[in-house]
């Protein structure tokens, strides 16, 4: 029999309550059940500057301090705003299970704590995970009974010593240049979730096929009980489409095949970007329901021919933007729901069609955003943070990199907006005589993202060390500033002599260019910064950014448009990414200001990217 649920669920798209905790919203909108308990708020939490919290007692006594969960402690949403190292942060909080929750694992789920956390509940561990950007879950099993308290206390350390995933992070105590208060410990949603004890749905994977106007259904199950089955079904405004049925008892995961009839195909796309409703359930030998949840889809295509990324079959250029996902008050966390569309929506508004999600894994609900508003996504991961300053040598990624990653791609496999992969950034070594550990984990990584997930392209390293031949995409990042000297550089790709980044000194950093569909990944980073446009020269302090700094609004706005007109004219340039949607801190090179407010015209801005690209107007493939 099912579990009792509320009347009233929440859904993805309910906006906050008053009386709801900080960021109250459904944190998995596309794996909803309707029974969950948000667990942002208060917590006791304690700085642990040595790392010996548990010798000292931290895991059973009271802690000093208090928290707002889901706000890391450097930021000021939190009510602590401390920026120097932490070593270790300990939180603490007493819930209590819902009486209605009887029959039913308890599962605690984290959106992501930084870095290297521990869980323990009623004094028993529950949990550790490595890693500071992707999901983990706590099944409380027998510790947590309906009705009963439950006291959770989590770890989590963040050294700055040796190699470890950090993004944009700074390991030295102040921001400087594109390095940024850093996050320690939990900075997203904290929830509970009752799911059947005998068997439960896993999250599945929704793959469209729009050559067949189908959707290939990969769902897995935590248990195959005789008699079990599963049952999908598809609607959209109009009502049900279609649904199918299969054995639930036989395979781990079950397969089924939704297919959408001609008349109801409506392929996702930033123009029209439709969404399927989807209802997956999982009934037993009677018929009756033992598990269900809600989620979406859209139908679309990503395809490569000869230089070409096509989506749909088409040649949508990808005016992407940097988006670095930064707040002024909430660091790597939203402050709100609304923040994460304001996001995209400037985006828009400023003529782009996607974004590059910059050395970050996302909370989910951007990505839920980017899917209803037809908003282009590049999935990226946070890898900087391996440098060793070993000559020939330097970048030691481990295997905690691959491991994170493949729990990104897990998480993100069904959402139709994202059309590529990019696991590393800017990994940086001359090639040599021998293979190094980047080699390995570059590859491990693209092996990882081609295997986890075939329908999508992947570039094996946006920028600089191209080390993959086989990569679906090539890329180079240049940040010239002169519009004709930019052109000049990014000139050679119709005779497959693309630009490609190289060591200082000359050094090679990428295997060749193989004739593959080719963007420029970064470009742009104009330093403007109004309040400070009278003055000249290079101040990296204070404020900083590529190239020497306009001195007027008109003169950034040329820049700008002459930029994006070299890669708007190329034929065979699928796409770019403009370095970036806001200043962070002391990089002042966004289009919008760090509290979102506007510094330059974006109407212009917005006229001088839409202006039809040469990529869309030719048919056949390079």
Known sequence: MPFPRPSDPPRPSDPPHPTDPPRPEYPRPQFVREAWLNLNGEWQFEIDRSDTGLERGLRERELEGRITVPFCPESELSGIGETDFLEAVWYRRTVTVPAGWADARVLL?????DHDTTVWANGTEVARHRGGFTPFTADLGEVAEAGSEVTLVVRARDTRHGPQARGKQATWYANSHCHYTRTTGIWQTVWLEPVPRAAALRRPRVTPDLASGSFFLDLPVTANLPGHRLRATLSDEHGEIVTAETRADLDLAPRLVLAVPAGRQRPWSPEDPHLYGLSLQLLDAA??????????CGLRSVALHGKRLLLNGAPVFQRLVLDQGYYPDGLMTAPTDADLVRDIELGIAAGFNGARLHQKVFEERYLYHADRLGYLVWGEFGDWGCETGVRDDNQRPDASYVAQWLEALERDHSHPSIVGWCPLNETYQPLHDRITLLDDVTRAMFLATKQADPSRPVVDASGYAHRVAETDVYDAHCYEQEPAAFART??????????VNTAPDGRTWSL??????YFCSEFGGIWWDPEAAAAAGNDSGASWGYGERPRTEAEFVERFAG?????????DMFGYCYTQLTDVFQERNGVYRFDRTEKADTAALRAAQLRTAAYETTTTAS
Request: charged content about 20%; overall charge negative.
């Open 109 to 113: 789920h984290f959106g992501a704590v």
């Open 287 to 296: 018929g009756e329901d033992v598990d269900t949840v809600t989620s979406y």
């Open 490 to 499: 990014m000139s050679g790709l119709a005779e497959d002599r693309p630009y």
């Open 512 to 517: 060749p260019y193989r004739g593959q569909p």
């Open 563 to 571: 930029l994006t007109g070299v890669l708007l004219d190329d034929p």
